[in-house]
Structure formats: structure tokens, C-alpha cells
């Protein structure tokens, strides 16, 4: 209302005074009008107006249906009693890649995030693909590569290595998008229409330092950031595949704890091999930082093999998450050795430099208890192999008990009436029989 009045009285007055209450009927519609356009903008979220708070005086106008019920539509709101049962997780990767969910994958220099991040890329855009980094693919659809980092030859180079280590053909619907050079403002709007134009159900944003172009250690920045660019692509519906770096000290996603407030799945990748590195083989483990409520385990070391025009990633199983650094470490160190063929204990010492003690005692049954390598008791001294043995295999054992060198198997025996087996200090013994001594 115009300043020169008090209220609606004085322009009443006004009216009647010069015999033109049409004026007053004009100025009434156009304030009507005005709070009509304030309140549909309020409601649509499009301006907050402090006239109009959604409180109690709104309900009346808002119940509808035999029950009283209130429109919650143009709130964009629900009752929990309406949402009906729970529904399970759209996985597209069980346990690492959900539907409109972040997942970060973060690692230091040489731990392979990327080329991790991209096989679970073409893995959930190749129908051929069953099975990615250890974990089963429950959904397929088109995924967008966006790269900030590298360039589209090294890009092809990958993909193409990968889909030859997994015996596929180059998946149809994966898209890559170079943004090297472009700012966020310019790149990220360019890839929203693009997820959209192809459908996407996942996108790889790699890496999200390069590509956002923020302070990674401001809180307010990376919200901004996640919010700005992240979150219109879960708000999609799409899954957000985000690979990060790690610093050189201590085990988060570099810059501000948002990132990790943000993700919904965080896996770290880790280098196994150091400075022992094996020409065309590097052993990693992922790590899955938010795994209470997973059914996989915590951990997963992976063997990934590079040959000419193929990269190969294999689960290689080394059990549960409360097994130390140095077990993974001894374990790689004894699947080397073996791969370059069958070894006595003894020789498994020379390989590896690990102690007779250590080997017949720890990492031997360790690794023999999870099947990730066998007995040959058909040899003398008995030996050790990566083959699993054949269901005809005369004296291969596969049953989780290792037999040492120099030592004698167990044997299974029939037991003479009325004996009862017992044991003693490490010795299974018989009523019926001497007992045999087991390494």
C-alpha cells in the first residue's frame, strides 16, 4: 500500500470523499492479487514468505476425502502411516552402488581407485557383466563418465583393457565426458542434461577435487559443492559414483569431513605391495568404511593383472576385517611364490622370506582353511598348490587341514567297537589304534 496512507481506512475515506469508490474496488483487487501470487509462490517453494507460515490455519482448507485427511501435495509431503510397507535397496551393485545414493571411493597414489571405479562402471552398463571387484551386479543401465583428470585416449586405453579382462564386448551404453579445462558452473550443467538426454542410472565423477574445483578443506565450500552439483544427480534418481583422494596421512577422504557426512557408501582403496612390486601385477584392498550393516565383509584384496591389451581384477577372498596388515601382506608374498608353481613348505620359506614358525603355524592354515590354497599329500615332502584338486585327485586335501612337510596326514579310520577318539596335546588318538603325531 502506498505510503501516503495509514491503512485501508484512510483510502476508504478518501474514496467516499471524492465520490470514486471504483478506486478503492481497484486498489482492494490488486492487493488480493498480489497476496494470491505471494502465496502460490510460498507454497510452491519457489519464495518463503513470512505471511504465510504453514502452520494450523492452513489445514482447514487443505482436508479432504471421507477420513479428514490433509493434501499434503503441494508440500511435496507424506505421512509415514501412508508409505506402506519398506522396500529393499535398489542395488545396481549389491552393497557398493545403490540408486540414487552417493558412493566415494578414495585412495592414495597407486592404490588403482579409478580403474576400480571404472570397472564398476562397465560393469553395471555391460549386461554381460554378473560380478564386479568381488561383488554380484543386481541391475544394468547406462552410466556417464565424467572425467576431469585424464584425457579420452587414456580413457578408451582402460575401458578397453578392462572389457578384454572380463571377456566382454564393449558395453553400448557407457558415455564418457571430457570437462578437463572446464569449470564446474559450465561442466556439471552440461552433464545433468546428459544423464538425462541417455537415460543414466549411474554416473563416475572422477575425481571430484579436479572436477568441482573447490577448497577441499572448507566445510561451507564442499556443501555448497555437494549440493550445487552432487545432489541434483541423486535428487535424479541417478547413483553418484565419486572417486577422491586420500592424503598422505591418515585414512579419510582428503579436505572437509562433509564428504564423508555426504557419501552413503565409502570405500578406501590401499596399496598391498609398496616397494615390492611384482612388473604387471599390483595387489589392493577395498575397504568398506560403512559396512555395520553389510553382508559382505569389511574387507577385499584384490589381484589385478595387467598383460598386453588386458587388465584382469580378481577377488582373491583373504578374509574378515579383524586380520592385520602384516597377515594380508604374508598372504600375497605365498600366492606369488605358488603361482610360479608347487612348494614344499620349506621352499615357501625361501620364497618369501617369512620364518618356518610363522608360515606352519599362521598363514599356512589361514590361507588353507579359506580354500585359497591346497595340499598335495600325494608328494613327499607334501606340497603346496593353487589348484584346487579334483574330485578324483588321489591324496589332495581340501578340507581345511594342512599337512606339513615331514609330517604324516591325518587318517581316517574306522574306529574298533566301544573306542571313543580323544585328544591330547595336538594328537588325535584312538582306543583301537597308536596315535600318529600331526605337525
Same mark, same amino acid.
Given at each position: 500500500?502506498?505510503?501516503?496512507?495509514? /491503512?485501508?481506512?484512510?483510502?476508504?475515506?478518501?474514496?467516499?470523499? %471524492?465520490?470514486?469508490?471504483?478506486?478503492?474496488?481497484?486498489?482492494?483487487?490488486?492487493?488480493?492479487?498480489?497476496?494470491?501470487?505471494?502465496?502460490?509462490?510460498?507454497?510452491?517453494?519457489?519464495?518463503?514468505?513470512?505471511?504465510?507460515?504453514?502452520?494450523?490455519?492452513?489445514?482447514?482448507? *487443505?482436508?479432504?476425502?471421507?477420513n479428514d485427511a490433509i493434501d499434503l501435495s503441494p508440500f511435496g @509431503?507424506?505421512?509415514?502411516?501412508?508409505?506402506?510397507?519398506?522396500?529393499?535397496?535398489?542395488?545396481?551393485?549389491?552393497?557398493?552402488?545403490?540408486?540414487?545414493?552417493?558412493?566415494?571411493?578414495?585412495?592414495?597414489?597407486?592404490?588403482?581407485?579409478?580403474?576400480?571405479? =571404472?570397472?564398476?562402471?562397465?560393469?553395471?552398463?555391460?549386461?554381460?557383466?554378473?560380478?564386479?571387484?568381488?561383488?554380484?551386479?543386481?541391475?544394468?543401465?547406462?552410466?556417464?563418465? =565424467?572425467?576431469?583428470? *585424464?584425457?579420452?585416449?587414456?580413457?578408451?586405453? &582402460?575401458?578397453?583393457? *578392462?572389457?578384454?579382462?572380463?571377456?566382454?564386448?564393449?558395453?553400448?551404453?557407457?558415455?564418457?565426458?571430457?570437462?578437463?579445462?572446464?569449470?564446474?558452473?559450465?561442466?556439471?550443467?552440461?552433464?545433468?542434461? *546428459?544423464?538425462?538426454?541417455?537415460?543414466?542410472?549411474?554416473?563416475?565423477?572422477?575425481?571430484?577435487?579436479?572436477? %568441482?574445483?573447490?577448497?577441499?578443506?572448507?566445510?561451507?565450500?564442499?556443501?555448497?559443492?555437494?549440493?550445487?552439483? !552432487?545432489?541434483?544427480?541423486?535428487? $535424479?534418481?541417478?547413483?553418484?559414483?565419486?572417486?577422491?583422494?586420500?592424503?598422505?596421512?591418515?585414512?579419510?577422504?582428503?579436505?572437509?569431513? =562433509?564428504?564423508?557426512?555426504?557419501?552413503?557408501?565409502?570405500?578406501?582403496?590401499? /596399496?598391498?605391495?609398496?616397494?615390492?612390486?611384482?612388473?604387471?601385477?599390483?595387489?589392493?584392498?577395498?575397504?568398506?568404511?560403512?559396512?555395520?550393516?553389510?553382508?559382505?565383509?569389511?574387507? #577385499?584384496?584384490?589381484?589385478?593383472?595387467?598383460?598386453?591389451?588386458? !587388465?584382469? !581384477? #580378481?577377488?582373491?577372498?583373504?578374509?574378515?576385517?579383524?586380520?592385520?596388515?602384516?597377515?594380508?601382506?604374508?598372504?600375497?608374498?605365498?600366492?606369488?611364490?605358488?603361482?610360479?608353481?608347487?612348494? #614344499?613348505?620349506?621352499?615357501?620359506?625361501?620364497?618369501?622370506?617369512?620364518?618356518?614358525?610363522?608360515?606352519?603355524? #599362521?598363514?599356512?592354515?589361514?590361507?588353507?582353511?579359506?580354500?585359497?590354497?591346497?595340499?598335495?599329500?600325494? &608328494? &613327499?615332502?607334501?606340497?603346496?598348490? =593353487?589348484?584346487?584338486?579334483? @574330485?578324483?585327485?588321489?591324496?589332495?586335501?581340501?578340507?581345511?587341514?594342512?599337512?606339513?612337510?615331514?609330517?604324516?596326514?591325518?587318517?581316517k579310520t574306522p574306529s574298533s567297537p566301544g573306542s571313543t577318539p580323544?585328544?591330547?596335546?595336538?594328537?588325535?588318538?584312538?582306543? $583301537?589304534?597308536?596315535?600318529?603325531?600331526?605337525?
Amino acid at each position: 500500500m502506498s505510503p501516503l496512507f495509514k /491503512d485501508i481506512s484512510d483510502l476508504h475515506l478518501l474514496a467516499v470523499e %471524492t465520490d470514486q469508490p471504483e478506486m478503492l474496488k481497484m486498489v482492494l483487487d490488486t492487493l488480493v492479487w498480489k497476496a494470491e501470487l505471494e502465496y502460490q509462490k510460498h507454497v510452491s517453494g519457489e519464495r518463503i514468505s513470512p505471511h504465510y507460515p504453514l502452520t494450523a490455519p492452513l489445514a482447514p482448507s *487443505l482436508r479432504v476425502g471421507a477420513n479428514d485427511a490433509i493434501d499434503l501435495s503441494p508440500f511435496g @509431503a507424506e505421512r509415514f502411516v501412508d508409505m506402506g510397507d519398506p522396500e529393499p535397496p535398489d542395488y545396481l551393485v549389491r552393497n557398493v552402488v545403490e540408486e540414487a545414493t552417493p558412493t566415494y571411493m578414495y585412495g592414495g597414489r597407486g592404490s588403482l581407485k579409478s580403474i576400480k571405479a =571404472l570397472a564398476v562402471g562397465i560393469g553395471i552398463s555391460s549386461h554381460e557383466v554378473h560380478k564386479v571387484l568381488g561383488y554380484p551386479v543386481e541391475d544394468h543401465g547406462p552410466v556417464v563418465i =565424467l572425467d576431469s583428470e *585424464l584425457n579420452k585416449n587414456v580413457f578408451n586405453r &582402460r575401458a578397453t583393457e *578392462l572389457c578384454q579382462g572380463m571377456g566382454i564386448d564393449k558395453p553400448k551404453d557407457l558415455y564418457y565426458l571430457n570437462v578437463v579445462g572446464r569449470p564446474p558452473t559450465s561442466s556439471f550443467p552440461t552433464l545433468h542434461k *546428459l544423464i538425462e538426454v541417455v537415460g543414466a542410472v549411474a554416473v563416475v565423477i572422477d575425481s571430484f577435487g579436479f572436477a %568441482t574445483r573447490g577448497d577441499p578443506l572448507s566445510y561451507m565450500d564442499m556443501r555448497d559443492n555437494t549440493a550445487n552439483y !552432487i545432489d541434483p544427480i541423486i535428487a $535424479s534418481g541417478v547413483a553418484a559414483i565419486i572417486v577422491e583422494h586420500k592424503p598422505h596421512h591418515g585414512n579419510h577422504i582428503f579436505g572437509s569431513v =562433509l564428504k564423508e557426512y555426504h557419501g552413503r557408501y565409502i570405500f578406501r582403496t590401499e /596399496d598391498l605391495d609398496g616397494d615390492d612390486r611384482v612388473k604387471g601385477e599390483r595387489n589392493t584392498r577395498l575397504i568398506n568404511e560403512k559396512a555395520s550393516w553389510a553382508e559382505e565383509g569389511q574387507k #577385499t584384496t584384490l589381484l589385478t593383472k595387467f598383460s598386453p591389451g588386458k !587388465i584382469e !581384477i #580378481t577377488n582373491v577372498e583373504v578374509p574378515d576385517a579383524e586380520q592385520s596388515e602384516v597377515y594380508v601382506n604374508a598372504e600375497v608374498k605365498v600366492r606369488r611364490a605358488l603361482e610360479k608353481g608347487d612348494k #614344499t613348505k620349506d621352499q615357501l620359506v625361501e620364497a618369501t622370506g617369512l620364518s618356518e614358525t610363522y608360515l606352519r603355524n #599362521t598363514i599356512l592354515p589361514r590361507m588353507n582353511k579359506a580354500k585359497q590354497i591346497f595340499v598335495r599329500e600325494n &608328494r &613327499r615332502p607334501f606340497t603346496y598348490t =593353487l589348484a584346487a584338486p579334483s @574330485a578324483t585327485s588321489h591324496g589332495d586335501r581340501a578340507d581345511g587341514a594342512v599337512a606339513e612337510s615331514g609330517s604324516t596326514p591325518y587318517l581316517k579310520t574306522p574306529s574298533s567297537p566301544g573306542s571313543t577318539p580323544k585328544r591330547s596335546s595336538g594328537q588325535w588318538l584312538t582306543s $583301537s589304534r597308536p596315535s600318529r603325531r600331526l605337525d
